[in-house]
């Protein structure tokens, strides 16, 4: 009786680790898809933004051409009062309207932030795709999740890079001081 006790007790013992195990490995698998998820949103949203600085760019430009046409009107208008003959200027191709100094700048300054928004995704994009394939941080993140939870506190978002981008900073001081 004693004997099938401890086999049973054995046999349980295995399957409860054989059951955490996969628990784990589940745990590391959901870590490293939802960490490729989060990059792959992050590089499309580096391509939205990349979208928008360029059509701000082609904004600008055209608003410039407009200008420059207008300024070359002027000069053709002058020319023609002070009694010679003005080059006729060429409409630009592009739709577009001659902006307020102050609309340029804001369309100026919406396409130079859109281009570090992008950069700084692309960024976030690449230290999420180094933590999916990184075991070692996902185990430090998935024990970090643990620990809070047991606490019942929560974790800062975007965590995961930051533990890459301290782990990066590590590596590069390290080459350094070596």
Not at 34 to 41: F, P, Q, T
Not at 72 to 78: A, E, G, M, S
Not at 105 to 133: C, F, H, P
Request: glycine share 6%; aromatic share 6%; net charge positive.
């Amino acid at each position: 009786m004693k004997k099938k006790l401890t086999i049973i007790g054995i046999f349980v013992a295995v399957c409860f680790v054989a059951l955490l195990g996969i628990r784990i490995y589940g745990a590391f698998q959901m870590e490293q898809e939802s960490a490729i998820a989060r990059a792959d949103e992050a590089e499309q949203e580096a391509k939205a933004l990349n979208a928008k600085s360029d059509e701000d760019t082609r904004r600008m430009e055209c608003d410039n051409q407009w200008l420059k046409y207008k300024n070359n009107l002027l000069d053709k208008q002058i020319a023609e009062l002070k009694g010679g003959i003005g080059h006729t200027p060429i409409e630009p191709s592009c739709d577009g309207y001659a902006m307020s100094l102050d609309e340029g700048m804001k369309v100026s300054m919406e396409g130079m932030q859109a281009i570090v928004d992008a950069s700084n995704a692309r960024e976030y994009a690449r230290l999420e795709r180094e933590y999916s394939t990184n075991r070692k941080l996902q185990a430090r993140f998935l024990a970090l999740r643990l620990w809070t939870f047991l606490k019942g506190s929560e974790l800062k978002p975007m965590l995961q890079a930051t533990m890459q981008q301290d782990a990066d900073k590590k590596s590069q001081n390290s080459k350094r001081t070596h």
